[in-house]
């Protein structure tokens, strides 16, 4: 097997995998109506489904276009996906739910945008070829990040400017420049997350959940049982408390599902396929930079950073590492907007592999 095809199977069958597990969690859900986070289960499988498929295609799409395509076509990807983000103010289209306006409704179609901004942010910074368009780019990027933090989504803000800065150290701009910035901001959106009450309720939650049972500390609690339940061959697929407890058990807190559910083998199988699409990753970055191809190397940087922040958060989350902030995982958890956009990054890191000036056989 040559170099090019092993690193499309790292990048692709993990992948897929990742995603049949997500779909067999979301069909396993409980059959009576009202279940926690559920209602109908089939309703959810087949929306599920449909976002694998649409990730799929779009992905596909990606790859056959090349990244030279993409990168021309990146301001306008860019623009799109900021005016859907944006669109989550608009009455009547965006939803507000738990404080925040961060998902839009459109007749049967409904979802948050702020993961295709993620890939979009990558995108465009990759395509920055001059300073100009480097300066144009990091512009667009704060203004994704503003535009997050209106909704507001701080952890989708900071993986945005994580983003960024990613894009920006992978297309060869100097760390001692870029990590001093990143630093900054990063604590700013900290401070400022603080000013919410929800943010706090969440934190005070983490530190004692024991007396605050009926807030966030009653989901630490549960994510901590699940933890136990699963600790050595899991209870069963669709037999686990979490996901009847838990206000998002298939999206926010699937790791924990596959833990308490499927015991050590599953949550080992999960690091493993992540581990799997890094080491694809590694070697797109090689092919990359095989051609010196700085736009290539960055676009690897920042699609790598666009799928693997929300990975570490999540698992973070749901092994009692970290608050509760409401970051589900690519490909395994239900959130079709977030599945349709991880398969355009794969698709984008394909493109990459694929590229025909680039010799890896």
């Known amino acids: 097997m040559g170099r090019r095809a ?3 199977c790292l990048l692709l069958v993990p992948a897929v995998g990742l995603g ?27 929306r599920h489904l449909i976002g ?65 901004l993620l890939g979009a942010v990558a995108l465009l910074v990759a395509a920055a070829r001059d300073t100009r368009g480097r300066r144009l780019a990091v512009a667009g990027a704060l203004l994704a990040v503003l535009a997050l933090v209106l909704e ?9 400017l994580a983003v960024a800065f990613a894009a920006l150290a992978g297309g060869g701009m100097a760390g001692r420049r870029l990590l001093p910035a990143a630093g900054l901001l990063l604590i700013a959106l900290a401070v400022g997350a603080t000013r919410f009450g929800y943010v706090e309720n969440r934190i005070r939650g983490f530190r004692s959940p ?28 669709g037999h686990g408390t979490a996901r009847r407890r838990l206000s998002s058990p298939a999206s926010d807190y699937a790791f924990a599902l596959v833990g ?12 493993a396929a992540w581990l799997a699409i890094g080491a694809g990753v590694a070697l797109a970055a090689r092919s990359a ?4 191809d700085p736009s290539a190397r960055a676009a690897v940087a920042g699609v790598a950073t666009a799928l693997g922040a929300p990975v570490a958060l999540h698992i973070a989350v749901c092994r009692g590492w970290l608050p509760i902030i409401g970051v589900t995982m690519p490909l395994l958890s239900y959130d079709p907007a977030l599945t349709i956009a991880s398969g355009a990054e794969l698709g984008l890191l394909a493109a990459i592999v694929l590229d025909a000036r680039t010799e890896l056989a």
């Open 6 to 8: 092993l690193t499309l």
């Open 260 to 271: 308490e559910e499927m015991g050590k083998a599953g949550t080992f199988g999960v690091v």
């Open 52 to 116: 694998l498929a649409c990730g799929a295609l779009l992905g596909g799409a990606a790859a056959r276009l090349g990244p030279r395509r993409l990168f021309a076509a990146a301001p306008y990807l860019f623009l799109a996906a900021l005016a859907l983000t944006l669109a989550v103010f608009v009455p009547g289209i965006g939803v507000r739910a738990a404080g925040a306006r961060r998902w839009v409704h459109l007749g049967f179609v409904s979802g948050g945008p702020a993961p295709f």
């Open 289 to 292: 930079s095989a051609r010196h």
């Open 152 to 160: 507001p989504d701080f952890s989708a803000a900071a993986i945005a």
């Open 210 to 237: 024991e007396s605050d049972r009926r807030g966030k500390g009653f989901e630490v609690l549960a994510l901590a049982h699940a933890n136990v339940a699963g600790a050595s061959h899991g209870v069963g697929l």
């Open 20 to 46: 049949a597990l997500g779909l067999s969690i979301v069909a396993a859900a409980p059959a009576r109506p009202g279940a926690a986070g559920f209602g109908g289960p089939a309703h959810y499988a087949v």
